[in-house]
């Protein structure tokens, strides 16, 4: 099925670890976005990619970087986690231009950070 | 700086009855508007979306959402809920409407829907 997959779904990690959130769309969209999701705070954007090859900050950029491998590809690392990144995140993409402009998500990667 | 407020962040209904989640936003011009829906353990689906034109917009099941200018609200209704409505539903919009845009939307913090049998 066409859409955004998130790898992994779960992962736990310790204090000072590093990871790497991939996300891979097949929809030939040109932008993609990460954000984080945390109870009561909706969704925030950490980092996005208008087009392949680009990457800009959004709200909560701290700690966080991200790659755009690719059109199909865009992943978030974390360097050094620490317990306030735990959160679940979700990675989605889009065409830019009305009437397709919207966001397609995946099912997101729930990571504890302890 | 632009924001979105969902004001009820938990309602209860029971199932037949109406529903109503509210929105609004803060912004200068008229920006894109959308609601999504997460259900537990799930990422987010699109409900419905407006750009320009009537501001009464259908969606997908049985949701519809009228966008106020003069209120900047974008407020989601439907006329008789079903438990499967349950869920936690998010309103969003882009402030960069009008021509190319990165495209980033911000999202309010989200209605939690119960729904009594």
């Known amino acids: 099925n066409a859409g955004v997959t998130q790898t992994p779904k779960f992962q736990v990690l310790k204090t000072g670890q590093s990871m790497t959130l991939q996300c891979a769309q097949d929809?030939?969209?040109?932008?993609m976005y990460w954000y984080r999701q945390d109870p009561g705070m909706g969704l925030r954007l950490i980092y996005y990619?208008?087009?392949?090859?680009?990457?800009d900050k959004g709200e909560v950029p701290n700690g966080y970087n991200v790659s755009r491998l690719n059109k199909r590809e865009f992943s978030l690392r974390l360097e050094s986690a620490a317990p306030s990144q735990t959160s679940v995140y979700f990675c989605?993409?889009?065409?830019?231009?009305?009437?397709?402009?919207?966001?397609?998500f995946g099912s997101g990667t729930r990571l504890t950070v302890v | 700086a632009q924001s979105v407020t969902q004001p009820d962040i938990h309602i209860t209904v029971s199932e037949g009855a109406s529903l109503e989640l509210r929105c609004n936003y803060s912004y200068g011009a008229t920006p894109y508007l959308f609601w999504y829906v997460q259900s537990p353990g799930q990422g987010l689906q699109l409900l419905l979306k407006y750009f320009s034109g009537d501001t009464l917009v259908q969606g997908i099941k049985g949701f519809e959402a009228e966008f106020k200018r003069s209120q900047s609200s974008f407020n989601l209704r439907k006329p008789s809920v079903h438990w499967s409505d349950a869920a936690e539903y998010f309103c969003?919009?882009?402030?960069?409407?009008?021509?190319?845009?990165?495209?980033?939307?911000?999202f309010g913090q989200g209605t939690i829907l119960t729904v009594h049998p």
């Open positions: 969003a919009v882009n402030m960069n409407a009008g021509g190319t845009s990165y495209g980033k939307l911000t």
């Open positions: 929809m030939n969209h040109n932008s």
């Open positions: 990619s208008a087009s392949e090859g680009t990457t």
């Open positions: 989605a993409s889009s065409e830019l231009l009305v009437p397709n402009y919207g966001y397609t």
